[in-house]
């Protein structure tokens, strides 16, 4: 019943709600403002590697650096030998990790321009 009474309500008003719709529709269409692109997705793409992973590398630079001087100081003020030893495997795994991360950027920079005429179409 209640179904029926909110159907009937509504046809009376629904060329109303259907202008009124219309209305905003074509008010948005019209309004709408192009964007066009100054590069292309790819020159965007490799902007934003190159940008995030120069932050990346700065970084564990600084991490790598301030971890090297704790596991320094810890092995150097340390009175117990297993300690010691952890502090200087600790240390090894800090600078493999730094190099790690660097060397992904050194082969990264190196390869890429390898690629660079690969990725095209002609027709």
């Known amino acids: 019943m209640k179904k029926k009474q909110f159907w009937e309500r509504l046809g009376s008003r629904m060329p ?3 202008v009124r ?4 529709v074509l008010t948005l269409t019209v309004l709408t403002v192009p964007a066009f692109a100054a590069d292309d997705m790819w020159t965007v793409a490799n ?4 940008d995030v992973y120069t932050k990346i590398v700065g970084i564990s630079t600084v991490l790598a650096g301030l971890m090297s001087a704790v596991a320094v100081i810890g092995a150097k003020l340390s009175n117990n030998q297993h300690k010691v030893d952890q502090a200087w495997d600790w240390l090894k795994r800090i600078w493999i990790a730094w190099a790690i991360i660097n060397g992904i950027g050194a082969f990264i920079a190196y ?6 005429g690969l990725a095209t179409l002609t027709p």
């Open 16 to 18: 109303c709600l259907y």
């Open 21 to 24: 719709v219309m209305l905003v």
């Open 47 to 50: 902007r934003i590697i190159v």
């Open 111 to 116: 390869v890429a321009p390898l690629f660079s």
